[in-house]
């Protein structure tokens, strides 16, 4: 397991299942970040050697707070909301589908007006084991498609300047259950913003279809 801290942290291993967020740039306000940033960082001084479960008691942790994120990015209060332009999201969804079966293997995403989210399986290649990079694969993965849909999105946008915020979030997903969790917690994203009665109603959102059974 590789374990990679910028902001946040990150658990990342080869060939596992992962659930990711990107947002755009400026899609929360400054002071709300760094209020959270500040939370984090009394918890993790809290959190010391002795402490039993450190790791889980950090994803618990974590999971909190990627909630809180969410929870202000589906209010679309303040910021951009670019995603919502159908050329901006079709850059996004053919990127996604793209990297689909080299990558990873796509099994859901939601794109939102200021957000994604992406659940897949990480395909351990040559590529990875022998590249000289030193971004752990998921990160690599998630710049490669960042960096490719902002300077595609900015030229229609013509504008210039950060179109995503630098940090993501991923999460290891651990077994069968918390995977169908999640791909549901994703696909239902529009309905707990309310802006669809049906999760099918969002252009917007993917499901691989061995997964549809237990959604229908």
């Known amino acids: ?3 990679y801290k910028r902001k946040l942290p990150h658990w990342q291993i080869q060939g596992a299942e992962y ?10 306000p400054i002071h709300v970040v760094k209020s959270l940033q500040l939370l984090r960082k009394k918890y993790q001084k ?3 050697e002795k402490t039993e479960n450190k790791k889980d008691s950090l994803r618990k942790f974590e999971l909190k707070i990627f909630k809180k994120y969410e929870d202000l990015l589906d209010k679309c209060c303040t910021g951009p909301r670019w995603l919502e332009k159908p050329k901006i999201s079709k850059i ?3 990127s996604i589908h793209y990297r689909d079966g080299n990558k ?3 099994y859901a995403y939601c794109i939102m007006s200021n957000h994604v989210h ?5 395909i351990e290649n040559q590529e990875i084991k022998s590249s000289s990079e030193s971004l752990p694969p998921i990160t690599r993965i998630l710049k490669n498609l960042k960096s490719y849909t902002a300077l595609q ?5 013509e504008r210039e300047g950060a179109f995503w915020n630098v940090e993501s979030y991923d999460h290891l997903i651990r077994n069968n259950t918390e995977l169908e969790n999640i791909i549901r917690y994703t696909i ?3 309905v707990k913003a309310n802006l669809v009665e049906n999760w099918e109603d969002w252009q917007q959102t993917y499901c691989k279809p061995i997964f549809l059974e237990s959604f229908t």
């Open 1 to 3: 397991m590789i374990y």
């Open 19 to 28: 659930f990711v967020t990107f947002r755009l740039a400026g899609s929360l």
């Open 46 to 48: 809290s959190i010391t």
């Open 92 to 94: 996004i969804k053919d």
């Open 104 to 106: 990873y293997d796509l």
């Open 118 to 122: 992406m659940v897949f399986k990480h």
């Open 153 to 157: 999105a900015n030229k229609i946008l």
């Open 188 to 190: 239902y994203n529009p």
